[in-house]
């Protein structure tokens, strides 16, 4: 029987536990998942061996032989599950999974095979028969049942049949391995490819391999020490320091270097080593075997043999140390045991260790220290304690696995001291990268997932890199999985149990979450198992107040601990998490994400349809009120991905789907992705049509009839007037703010901006009403725009500018930045090029922090009309061109013809006239009088620096006409401008300087200072 607490066997009929003094109570089994090795053995032809013998010897031989294939799997940390007539299936990773389960078992599996050799020469002497077995190894996920009372375990799932499937095709004397374990033995084992095999029950071809054979001493996880060091300045320092002492005392320095599995505590080691050895030091090294055969004491007799066979020994050694180099030889040398009396073994290793160091220091390093029973961890403090006269520095490398022995290993002796290898930073972690891979160092994307995934632990990195270069679709490298999962089967089970709950929580948990779903039989431990966990370093609390928080030690802890749970005692936690943040009023999108994790467990392991009806249902409505959040605060690949995902959930029948349909294409729209937007705005229409939604239908119709015609504003409008009564009748102030922001816009677009401003000022009242940021954004920069470019006077509109701002901008920074820009415009018509700037950079701060690409695209566009009219036209021509070339392709036609006519007017200015004409010579709606009369004056102007008069008036004419139909004195004052200037370049002076006067005139009615100077520099003859 296990202590429940601690797992330490408990002596018979013990009413408390020796180790913990915690009441006894049994350790209940728990089943978990983790990934295992499964093998399975059977015999070849074992009918004709019946056959061949009678059935008291055939009894005996099987008994030797299963004794033997046992025995085999025992000595490398395997447990048979069960004998199935002549074969055995064993698991490697129960009751505890280490990181090289995979290579334990295809060494168990290569021993197999070779013990059957001695086993056949006596049979086929005594018996005349040999027996051939054929061997199937693979790794992957189970479902483990285990109890720890009885050392009974049950696995089951595909990979335990893919085991059983590839002994069955393996022939006499072969050991295929599944695909999993291939990867876990790549450049650990000899192995070669078999022909791919096509199984009953299997979706894919399964491609085996081959084992060709496996050494005892290759390494579970292949290391790189071919590259420098990164960092560790301050722990070499440290371990040179205590050698230092060493050499000056003359004495022995006990250094503790702990670490997590792959921190770097060996790669460490062997810079330190090299170090020394440089340094004309003797160097020795032993290690705590995992599993399998060697005394007590075989890390220390490992280092003291390579310390024997780098010693000049002398032929004729004094008396003691001959009788203490023969002590060790009979018994530590002889057996890696203390021998009969260990203190006399330490006396034998002082005086050996004196002798050999009387003119060169010693450093021995003990790795895996971890694994050390106490007779190891005596000895070497008893060493450390007695030894004088020699300089000798002990490194003793372990992980922080046992935190309770952990304070107890090396007392507190003057000449010990123990260090905690702590991970490397990020920036290490990028150098170490690009060390490791070629792409890494290129491809600073990859690089950076790979540095957060790794969370400072080199060998993590190393693997996830690995992972990444294979273009793999493994979560997780095996040889991690494994790493993380044996600190895991160390828990109690409460202890698993808790860390559980916390993984369904997430990385990040609070003691009061856990509080909440914990079972009725765990609630009352959470206290000491949570401080267990931290203990254990697997957790840490990173805020006391207002709530116990906590984060589990790295994302791959978290990931582990929640993959090893039962998908339906994970389906029930999310479950108990969703409908208790509901219930106090949490956030709607992790409770979302709770039930639709629950759901999509339920679905995996058969949840009857009833339940996961509720529970989609529950999923729906938190991630639909999500998705409209963050829609409306201006975040919309957040909305389109909560959206998507409550979509994901819907039954054909839902009667939600028409409103997330026509949210979901509102997001994609504003994410720039036109083409899903559209599709998605179609289905939401034709939903709603179905389900007579008229409101939602005049949502959708509305925004198709605007993409449908960008250049035509007549059908947005007509759907935008037909729509408006459908929203009134229903209430629906949202859908009447937007068609009224329409019919704005359109105006807006016709340039007929007073009319445009009494348009928007409704949509902007609505708005208001409902509080919506967006919306109320939108309409304000609509209003901004038509204040920049309509009659009002540029003091005025700069004044009313500052009053929106004040009003409607204090709490909401994308209203603040859609009226910054049309300000800007204002403030540089003004000649205030410094403000104007300012404006544009606070914009551009704000819009930074938006996901909004139309955003992104029409800032630039006005930072580029800025440097214009400051004069700066290299600097305009580079950041409109960049908005040209982005508003193609975000597929914004509206931004992309602003865009467009803006650069022609730069090239035109900068004597660019091919690409001038280019541009400008593209088609323009008359539906567009402002941007018509724009090109046309471009136009009229390129043609006159050909000389082509009667073009030209033809041109002019029909940019004058066009401005006209226009109340903005910017439009009608550029017509002017642009045909003075084309006048003036074919010769006719009078009749350029009328149109520059009207020109002036228009500029000054506006308050537009920079135009007035344009105009009166062509009528000085500048």
Same mark, same amino acid.
């Given at each position: 029987?296990?202590?429940?607490?601690?797992?330490?066997?408990?002596p018979?009929? @013990?009413?408390?536990?020796?180790s913990c003094?915690?009441?006894?109570?049994?350790? /209940?089994?728990?089943?978990i998942?983790?990934?295992?090795?499964?093998?399975?053995?059977?015999?070849?032809?074992?009918t004709?061996?019946?056959?061949?013998l009678?059935p008291e010897?055939?009894?005996?031989?099987?008994l030797?032989?299963?004794?033997?294939m046992?025995?085999?799997?025992?000595?490398?940390?395997?447990?048979?599950?069960?004998?199935?007539?002549?074969?055995?299936?064993?698991?490697?990773g129960v009751?505890?999974?280490?990181?090289d389960?995979?290579?334990r078992?295809?060494?168990?599996?290569?021993?197999?095979r070779?013990?059957?050799?001695?086993?056949?020469?006596?049979?086929?002497?005594?018996?005349?028969?040999?027996?051939?077995?054929?061997?199937?190894?693979?790794?992957?996920?189970?479902v483990?049942?285990?109890?720890?009372?009885?050392?009974?375990?049950l696995?089951?799932g595909?990979?335990v049949n893919?085991?059983?499937?590839?002994?069955?095709?393996?022939?006499?004397?072969?050991i295929?391995?599944?695909?999993?374990?291939?990867?876990?033995?790549?450049?650990?084992?000899?192995?070669e490819?078999?022909?791919?095999?096509?199984?009953?029950?299997?979706?894919?071809?399964?491609?085996?391999g081959r084992?060709?054979?496996?050494?005892? %001493?290759?390494?579970?996880i292949?290391?790189?020490?071919d590259?420098p060091m990164?960092?560790?300045?301050?722990?070499?320092?440290?371990?040179?320091? @205590?050698?230092s002492?060493?050499?000056?005392?003359c004495s022995?320095?006990?250094v503790?270097?702990?670490?997590?599995?792959?921190?770097?505590?060996?790669?460490?080691?062997?810079?330190?080593?090299?170090w020394?050895?440089?340094?004309?030091?003797?160097?020795?090294?032993?290690?705590?075997?995992?599993?399998?055969?060697?005394?007590?004491?075989?890390?220390?007799?490992? *280092?003291?043999?390579?310390?024997?066979a780098?010693?000049?020994?002398?032929?004729?050694?004094?008396?003691?140390?001959?009788?203490?180099?023969?002590?060790?030889?009979?018994?530590?040398?002889?057996?890696?045991s203390p021998?009969?009396?260990?203190?006399?073994?330490?006396?034998?290793?002082?005086?050996?260790?004196?002798e050999?160091?009387?003119?060169?220091?010693?450093?021995?390093?003990?790795d895996?220290?971890h694994?050390?029973? /106490?007779?190891?961890?005596?000895?070497?403090? %008893?060493l450390?304690?007695?030894?004088s006269?020699? *300089?000798?520095?002990?490194?003793?490398?372990a992980?922080?696995?046992?935190?309770?022995?952990e304070?107890?290993?090396?007392?507190?002796?003057?000449?010990?001291?123990?260090?905690?290898?702590?991970?490397l930073?990020?920036?290490?972690?990028?150098?170490l990268?690009?060390?490791?891979?070629?792409?890494m160092?290129h491809?600073?994307?990859?690089?950076e997932?790979?540095v957060a995934?790794?969370?400072?632990?080199?060998?993590?990195?190393?693997?996830?890199?690995?992972?990444?270069?294979?273009?793999?679709?493994?979560?997780m490298?095996?040889?991690?999985?494994?790493?993380?999962?044996?600190?895991?089967?160390?828990?109690?089970?409460?202890e698993?149990?808790?860390?559980?709950?916390?993984?369904?929580v997430?990385?990040?948990? &609070?003691?009061?979450?856990?509080?909440?779903?914990?079972e009725?039989?765990?609630?009352?431990?959470? @206290?000491?198992?949570?401080?267990?966990?931290?203990?254990?370093?697997l957790?840490r609390?990173?805020?006391?107040?207002?709530?116990?928080t906590?984060?589990?030690?790295s994302?791959?802890?978290?990931?582990?601990?929640?993959?090893?749970?039962?998908?339906?005692?994970?389906?029930?936690g999310?479950?108990?998490?969703?409908?208790?943040?509901? *219930?106090?009023?949490?956030?709607?999108e992790?409770?979302?994400?709770?039930?639709?994790?629950?759901?999509?467990?339920?679905?995996?392991?058969?949840?009857?349809?009833?339940?996961?009806?509720?529970?989609?249902?529950?999923?729906?409505d938190?991630?639909?009120?999500a998705?409209?959040?963050?829609?409306?605060?201006?975040?919309?690949?957040?909305?389109?991905g909560?959206?998507?995902?409550a979509? /994901?959930?819907?039954?054909?029948?839902?009667?939600?789907?028409?409103e997330?349909?026509?949210r979901?294409g509102?997001?994609a729209?504003?994410?720039?992705e036109?083409?899903?937007?559209?599709?998605?705005l179609?289905?939401a229409?034709?939903?709603?049509?179905a389900?007579?939604?008229?409101?939602?239908k005049?949502?959708?119709?509305?925004?198709? *009839?605007?993409?449908?015609q960008?250049r035509?504003?007549?059908?947005s409008?007509?759907?935008?007037r037909?729509?408006l009564?459908?929203?009134?009748?229903?209430?629906?102030?949202l859908?009447?703010?937007?068609?009224?922001?329409?019919i704005?816009v359109?105006?807006?677009?016709?340039?007929?901006?007073a009319?445009?401003?009494?348009?928007?000022?409704?949509?902007?009242?609505?708005?208001?009403?409902?509080?919506?940021?967006l919306? /109320?954004?939108?309409?304000?920069?609509?209003?901004?725009?038509?204040?920049?470019?309509?009659?009002?006077a540029?003091?005025?509109a700069?004044a009313?500018c500052?009053d929106l701002l004040?009003?409607?901008?204090?709490?909401h920074?994308?209203?603040?930045?859609?009226?910054?820009?049309?300000?800007?415009?204002?403030?540089?018509?003004a000649?205030?090029?410094?403000?104007?700037?300012?404006?544009?950079?606070?914009?551009?701060h704000?819009?930074?922090?938006?996901?909004n690409?139309?955003?992104?695209?029409?800032?630039?566009?006005?930072?580029?009309?800025?440097?214009?009219?400051?004069?700066d036209?290299?600097?305009?021509?580079?950041?409109?061109?960049?908005?040209?070339i982005?508003?193609?392709?975000?597929?914004?036609?509206?931004?992309t013809?602003?865009?467009?006519?803006?650069l022609? !007017?730069?090239?035109?200015?900068r004597?660019?006239?091919?690409?001038?004409?280019?541009?400008?010579?593209?088609?323009v709606?008359?539906?567009?009088p402002?941007?018509?009369a724009?090109?046309?004056?471009?136009?009229?102007? &390129?043609?006159?620096?050909?000389?082509? &008069?009667?073009?030209?008036?033809q041109?002019?004419?029909?940019?004058l006409?066009?401005? !006209?139909?226009?109340d903005?004195?910017?439009?009608?004052?550029?017509?002017c401008l642009?045909?003075?200037?084309a006048?003036?370049d074919?010769?006719?002076r009078?009749?350029?300087a009328?149109?520059?006067?009207?020109?002036?005139?228009?500029?000054?009615r506006?308050g537009?200072?920079?135009?007035?100077?344009w105009?009166?520099?062509l009528?000085e003859?500048?």
């Open positions: 029987m296990l202590c429940a607490t601690c797992l330490t066997e408990l018979a009929k @013990a009413k408390f536990c020796p003094g915690e009441r006894a109570r049994r350790e /209940q089994g728990l089943t998942r983790k990934t295992v090795t499964v093998l399975f053995c059977d015999l070849v032809g074992s004709e061996l019946s056959r061949a009678d010897p055939l009894r005996e031989l099987m030797r032989y299963f004794d033997l046992s025995s085999c799997i025992e000595r490398h940390g395997g447990v048979v599950e069960k004998y199935i007539g002549d074969a055995v299936m064993a698991v490697f009751p505890v999974v280490h990181e389960d995979a290579l078992a295809v060494r168990a599996a290569a021993q197999m070779q013990a059957l050799v001695g086993l056949n020469a006596e049979a086929a002497k005594d018996l005349h028969v040999t027996l051939d077995v054929r061997i199937g190894v693979n790794t992957g996920p189970v483990a049942a285990y109890d720890l009372a009885a050392a009974a375990t696995v089951s595909e990979t893919l085991a059983a499937r590839l002994e069955q095709h393996a022939n006499a004397g072969e295929l391995l599944g695909p999993l374990t291939r990867k876990a033995l790549d450049g650990v084992a000899d192995q490819a078999a022909a791919p095999l096509t199984l009953k029950g299997f979706a894919h071809q399964i491609t085996p084992l060709v054979s496996v050494s005892d %001493g290759a390494p579970a292949p290391r790189r020490f590259l990164v960092n560790r300045l301050d722990e070499m320092a440290a371990l040179r320091h @205590a050698y002492l060493a050499v000056r005392d022995c320095q006990l503790t270097l702990y670490g997590d599995a792959g921190i770097g505590k060996s790669r460490l080691a062997a810079e330190f080593t090299a020394a050895r440089s340094a004309s030091a003797l160097v020795a090294d032993g290690s705590c075997p995992g599993y399998g055969t060697g005394g007590s004491l075989l890390a220390l007799a490992e *280092a003291v043999r390579k310390l024997l780098q010693w000049d020994q002398p032929t004729h050694p004094d008396a003691e140390v001959a009788e203490a180099l023969a002590m060790l030889r009979a018994g530590l040398l002889a057996d890696d021998g009969i009396s260990p203190a006399e073994t330490v006396w034998a290793l002082r005086r050996v260790l004196g050999i160091g009387r003119g060169r220091p010693l450093v021995l390093v003990l895996d220290m694994m050390a029973g /106490q007779e190891l961890v005596n000895a070497v403090n %008893g450390a304690a007695r030894l006269g020699v *300089a000798v520095t002990v490194l003793w490398l992980r922080p696995e046992t935190p309770t022995q304070r107890a290993r090396n007392g507190h002796r003057p000449n010990a001291r123990a260090d905690m290898l702590r991970p930073s990020d920036d290490d972690c990028r150098v990268a690009a060390k490791l891979d070629e792409v160092a491809d600073a994307e990859l690089a997932r790979a995934r790794a969370e400072g632990n080199p060998l993590y990195l190393e693997q996830v890199i690995n992972v990444a270069r294979s273009g793999t679709s493994e979560a490298p095996v040889s991690i999985n494994g790493l993380i999962s044996y600190r895991l089967d160390l828990l109690a089970t409460s698993r149990r808790i860390l559980g709950l916390a993984a369904v997430g990385r990040d948990f &609070t003691a009061a979450e856990l509080a909440a779903i914990a009725d039989d765990l609630a009352a431990r959470l @206290a000491k198992g949570l401080a267990a966990l931290v203990q254990r370093r957790i609390q990173i805020a006391a107040w207002p709530a116990a906590y984060r589990f030690d994302a791959l802890i978290h990931e582990v601990a929640y993959d090893s749970m039962p998908k339906g005692w994970r389906a029930a999310h479950e108990r998490l969703a409908a208790w943040l509901s *219930a106090s009023g949490g956030d709607a992790i409770a979302g994400t709770h039930w639709e994790r629950a759901w999509l467990l339920g679905r995996e392991v058969g949840t009857p349809e009833a339940t996961r009806s509720q529970l989609a249902d529950r999923a729906i938190a991630l639909r009120s998705g409209n959040r963050a829609l409306g605060s201006g975040d919309p690949r957040h909305a389109s909560l959206l998507g995902r979509l /994901q959930l819907c039954a054909a029948d839902d009667q939600r789907l028409a997330l349909l026509l979901a509102e997001a729209l504003m994410a720039g036109i083409e899903a937007g559209r599709r998605d179609a289905a229409r034709d939903r709603a049509l389900g007579h939604n008229p409101a939602i005049a949502h959708a119709e509305m925004q198709l *009839a605007y993409l449908g960008p035509q504003f007549s059908a409008v007509k759907a935008a037909q729509a009564p459908v929203f009134e009748q229903a209430g629906d102030y859908g009447v703010a937007r068609a009224w922001l329409r704005g359109a105006k807006q677009s016709k340039g007929r901006h009319s445009a401003v009494r348009a928007l000022s409704l949509a902007l009242d609505q708005a208001i009403r409902l509080d919506a940021a919306e /109320q954004a939108t309409v304000l920069g609509a209003l901004g725009v038509s204040l920049w470019a309509g009659p009002l540029a003091a005025q700069i009313r500052r004040g009003a409607h901008a204090v709490t920074r994308t209203v603040r930045a859609a009226l910054l820009c049309p300000l800007a415009m204002l403030a540089a018509m000649a205030e090029h410094d403000q104007a700037h300012a404006f544009l950079v606070e914009a551009g704000i819009v930074s922090g938006l996901d690409a139309r955003a992104h695209v029409a800032l630039p566009i006005f930072v580029g009309a800025t440097r214009l009219m400051a004069g036209l290299e600097s305009a021509e580079s950041i409109v061109r960049r908005a040209y982005d508003s193609k392709d975000l597929g914004d036609l509206q931004l013809e602003t865009a467009a006519r803006d022609a !007017r730069i090239q035109l200015l004597g660019h006239l091919a690409e001038a004409a280019e541009l400008a010579f593209a088609p709606s008359d539906d567009m402002a941007a018509a724009d090109r046309r004056g471009v136009q009229a102007r &390129t043609m006159a620096r050909q000389g082509l &008069t009667h073009e030209v008036g041109l002019s004419a029909l940019a006409a066009a401005s !006209r139909r226009t903005s004195p910017e439009v009608r004052a550029t017509a642009d045909t003075a200037i006048l003036h074919l010769g006719d009078a009749g350029s009328d149109m520059a006067r009207q020109a002036a005139t228009w500029f000054s506006k537009h200072v920079v135009g007035v100077g105009a009166r520099q009528l003859g500048r």
